[in-house]
């Protein structure tokens, strides 16, 4: 059942909110996945019965606030923090009638794409538990892959839905920059990270993506109101789109063969689909790209609040040393260059309405991978990112709308992801073209073996 189907049943008195919490708070504790780093005893009642998700349960990832529960961040500094009042889109998540069941996992500050943290442990892909779920919010895609919950809240600075949603075979909606707001905190360097919906179906996802948004007083980016709710884009058709589809990623590493099949694959039924499809690559071929990326990256963990770098993971705490030792003039040409770099980029858009990559350059990886073949150097870790997410960064610098769809999956019947770029602001031609994708080739009934029957 569908989130939007769930919330029509609660209205409608076939089953009540409280049952609806009470059988989905069961599965949660009973979860073997590592999903979750907190669930409430008993859930707070829902606040608008006329609300588009009234009564359905909801987790929020362990990087926003919500009133009353730990926000631990995965970071051992703040093991003990506890929430005093709730983040915007928190607050409009609640506003929606939705029912908050608990946090979901997350690396330490979400820095890394793989949910793994000193804290709060490793969290495990329901299709295959020797893997991880991708990005740092692999908590709330394992959540939703396993059937935990119908949607969830994930944040995305440099793939993290997107990945995970790769990985679970999950639909995965990064809002261009300024759509949702990051109040009460600021939105950082570039404004590179956002809230977005991870969900089974587009429609799900959509709506979800409909109740986040919006403006709050002092937000330095602000995104233009859509036409019409992105739901009702769901019903709309996509027409006949010029799409570019390529395989080069901004950054020269390889691409698994695997992921570049299912980008073939999608460029032939979106041909079927009578869209206009060539081979094209924007100008983004820019391997520099990574320091000038690292060196306002770095700014995270070094202005997280932790004087005490001990306390932080090796990771982290190499990038907050290497911030403290980075000159402002150098940290302000870093940002010039990548404004710049985002300029050249965005013509692209002027020939094309969407462009189409691989979401990943692997399949789902084992988890630990991060740290494999690195001799505990903890920058060597964090560069192996590069060999796992070379096409998703670039689009938290540029700004743009984009999905990832669960379209393929591999020999070993692991999830893999496609990923759609759309215009600055146009997450309605994505939407309408995922509509169109899901009916052609339906994905939302598979769910992992292990859970089939279960939920």
Same mark, same amino acid.
């Given at each position: ?7 029509? #049943?609660?209205?409608? *008195?076939?089953?009540?909110? #409280?049952?609806?919490?009470?059988? #989905? ?109 991708? /990005? ?5 895609? =394992? ?28 639909? @995965? ?7 949702? !707001? ?5 939105? @950082? ?24 948004? *919006? ?104 990038? =907050? ?22 300029? $050249? ?53 540029? /700004?743009?709308?984009?999905? !990832?769809?669960?379209?393929?999956? !591999?020999?070993? @019947? ?7 770029? @759309? ?12 509509? #169109? ?17 279960? $939920?």
């Amino acid at each position: 059942m569908t989130a939007l189907e769930l919330a029509a #049943q609660i209205r409608a *008195g076939d089953v009540s909110w #409280q049952e609806v919490a009470a059988e #989905q708070l069961e599965h949660i504790r009973a979860d073997e996945l590592n999903a979750f780093t907190y669930v409430v005893d008993e859930p707070e009642p829902p606040r608008d019965e006329g609300g588009p998700f009234y009564g359905v349960p909801i987790a929020i990832k362990d990087l926003n606030d919500v009133a009353g529960m730990p926000t631990t961040y995965s970071c051992r500094a703040y093991a003990t923090n506890v929430a005093a009042s709730d983040s915007a889109v928190v607050r409009n998540l609640k506003d929606a009638g939705f029912v908050v069941l608990g946090k979901t996992n997350t690396p330490e500050f979400g820095t890394i794409a793989h949910t793994e943290s000193e804290l709060n442990g490793a969290t495990k892909n329901p299709w295959d538990v020797t893997r991880t779920p991708g /990005g740092s919010s692999g908590g709330a895609a =394992a959540a939703v892959a396993a059937g935990l919950l119908a949607v969830a809240h994930a944040s995305d600075g440099g793939g993290s839905i997107r990945v995970p949603a790769s990985c679970c075979g999950l639909v @995965g909606i990064k809002p261009s920059r300024g759509r949702v !707001s990051n109040a009460p905190y600021v939105s @950082g360097s570039l404004g590179l990270s956002t809230s977005g919906p991870l969900g089974r179906t587009v429609r799900d996802a959509a709506a979800l993506l409909d109740v986040m948004r *919006g403006y709050e007083p002092g937000d330095s980016y602000v995104a233009p109101v859509p036409a019409r709710p992105y739901l009702d884009e769901c019903d709309e058709p996509a027409g006949e789109l010029r799409i570019a589809v390529t395989a080069t990623p901004p950054t020269s590493v390889p691409v698994d063969p695997e992921c570049v099949d299912a980008l073939r694959s999608t460029a032939a039924l979106l041909s079927d689909l009578g869209h206009d499809v060539v081979d094209a690559t924007p100008p983004w071929s820019a391997d520099e790209m990574i320091l000038e990326f690292i060196r306002v990256w770095q700014v995270g963990p070094a202005t997280a609040g932790v004087d005490d770098l001990s306390l932080l993971e090796p990771i982290n705490r190499a990038l =907050a040393e290497q911030a403290f030792e980075t000159p402002a003039p150098a940290y302000v040409a870093a940002v010039m260059q990548l404004q710049a770099l985002t300029r $050249r980029i965005l013509r692209f858009w002027d020939e094309f309405d969407v462009v189409v990559t691989p979401t990943l350059a692997l399949t789902p990886t084992p988890i630990g991978w991060t740290f494999d073949e690195t001799d505990g150097d903890p920058m060597a870790a964090f560069f192996r990112q590069t060999l796992w997410t070379p096409f998703t960064p670039l689009i938290n610098v540029t /700004g743009q709308p984009a999905t !990832s769809l669960p379209l393929a999956w !591999s020999a070993g @019947g692991l999830p893999i992801g496609v990923q759609f770029i @759309g215009r600055p602001f146009d997450e309605a031609t994505l939407i309408r073209l995922a509509a #169109q994708l899901e009916e052609a080739r339906p994905w939302a009934g598979r769910f992992p073996d292990r859970f089939v029957g279960k $939920r």
